[in-house]
């Protein structure tokens, strides 16, 4: 029979890969569209594009038949869900085979509901304190990141240089590499990645420079 120690610490390494893909993946696009057709037409763009670790937000309609129809499409996409406010959201996510969560601000009841699956949540923060405080249970989500800015963002890594930080949230594809310069974990990018337009080129330019 398995310890809960064992599976506490079986999810610590799952997690720990999940974070390994995403720090690998430095951009993690954020779809927020309408409804579950739309978020399936830009996530075969995104890959077409090379990113391979994708947010689906829980305000697409059907969101969670759409992280299901793309684990099947893609296999090798890490996908997340992202907006998980509640834990039934969470619940709804490990179901449909989301591989992290993600949430705009602190849901310990989430994170509770979580404890123990394969499925690690990025808790969102503004603040020093709620920043530093989620990130002390994996990767941090600095949202909005737009509000303080690139230099809000080392000034949070020089008190803290080891807190995984992914800002998201107002960044434009042209900012990431200034984002990830500044220490950046990750960087979450929403509107300026679902426009039309060639993607692949988009980022590319960001990636290889």
């Known amino acids: 029979m398995t310890s809960p120690t064992a599976g506490t610490a079986s999810a610590a390494v799952s997690a720990e890969s999940v974070f390994a893909r995403i720090r690998r993946a430095r951009i993690v696009p954020v779809v927020r569209v309408r409804n579950a057709a739309a978020a399936l037409d830009l996530v075969d763009r995104l890959t077409e594009?090379?990113?391979d670790v994708i947010e689906l937000t829980t305000t697409i309609e059907g969101w969670d038949d759409a992280v299901r129809a793309t684990t099947a499409r893609h296999p090798d996409v890490c996908v997340g869900a992202g907006t998980v406010t509640t834990?039934?959201?969470?619940?709804?996510a490990v179901a449909a085979g989301a591989r992290f969560c993600v949430s705009p601000c602190l849901v310990p009841e989430v994170r509770d509901q979580l404890r123990g699956t394969d499925v690690p949540l990025i808790e969102g923060g503004t603040t020093p304190?709620?920043?530093?405080?989620?990130?002390?249970?994996?990767?941090?989500?600095?949202?909005?990141a737009h509000l303080g800015g690139v230099a809000y963002l080392r000034s949070l890594l020089a008190v803290a240089p080891d807190a995984r930080i992914m800002p998201t949230g107002g960044i434009p594809l042209t900012d990431v590499g200034a984002w990830l310069d500044a220490g950046a974990f990750a960087?979450?990018?929403?509107?300026?990645?679902?426009?039309?337009?060639?993607?692949?080129?988009?980022?590319?330019?960001?990636?290889?420079r």
């Open 49 to 51: 594009a090379g990113l």
């Open 129 to 144: 304190t709620e920043i530093l405080g989620a990130a002390q249970h994996g990767v941090a989500k600095l949202f909005p």
């Open 87 to 92: 834990p039934r959201l969470a619940l709804q």
């Open 187 to 208: 960087v979450g990018v929403g509107s300026d990645l679902t426009a039309t337009g060639d993607i692949a080129a988009r980022v590319r330019e960001v990636l290889d």
